[in-house]
């Protein structure tokens, strides 16, 4: 019947002889909360193998104490995962080692933990995945794969300028999301310079017209996390 959580829930009473006990719908209670958690932690299991998520990342554990101009109400409020809901967006922006990937990753971490599915991709690979699968004729179901994730999360925007064939492809990708699904962009390039990323003006305005409106802004300043942590690191030795 595949109720392998409260088989296991059994087993376990089984073996506890102050469980015995209980009356029948007590311990009926325990293996349907047993077989419920159990199905919880596969799917979450499942979603963040199937998400790719660069690093292994939660909001709870975003560093505050090196001054980075984080929002904590805003990531407060995003961890509730209102804005999953809403389909709304998030950019994050923040020179090199400033934490953008840490911060892209926790989210979809956590989008995975309320029941999202995710996909972490870094823009120049996905737009090269892409380009190769209309030679092999797997891009209808690739383009299919991005427009149903619910939270797709596109790293290293603004890299290499986009030619106009991948800015047409990535406009197909982020059009069939808009309003339905959300989409996390991070990127070293300020927002304001986003729009010189893709040289043709026409698909710029297009692409950063579904990006930008209603996206919830995340811009992190000051050095790199790296560097910051080096430091640390550093000054723990030498006090040792």
Known sequence: MGLDGMAEGLAEQSAQPDLRDLDFEERLGMLVDREENYRRNRRLKRLLRAAR?????????????????????????LATGDWLARGQNVLVTGPTGAGKTFIACALGNAACRQGYSALYVRVPRILG????????GSYPRRMNQLARTQLLILDDWGLAPITPAEGRDLLEVIEDRSQRFSTVVASQ????????????????????????????????????MRKVLGAEHQTIQEQS
């Open 53 to 77: 998520l660069r690093l292994s990342a939660c909001l709870e554990d975003i560093d505050y104490r090196t001054p980075r101009g984080l929002d904590r109400s805003l990531l407060r409020h």
């Open 129 to 136: 995945d892409l380009a190769l699968a209309k030679g092999d």
């Open 189 to 224: 390039a300020p927002l304001e310079h986003w729009h010189s990323v893709v040289p043709d003006p026409s698909l710029a305005d297009a692409i950063l017209d579904r990006l930008v409106h209603h996206a919830h802004k995340i811009e992190i300043k000051g050095e790199s």
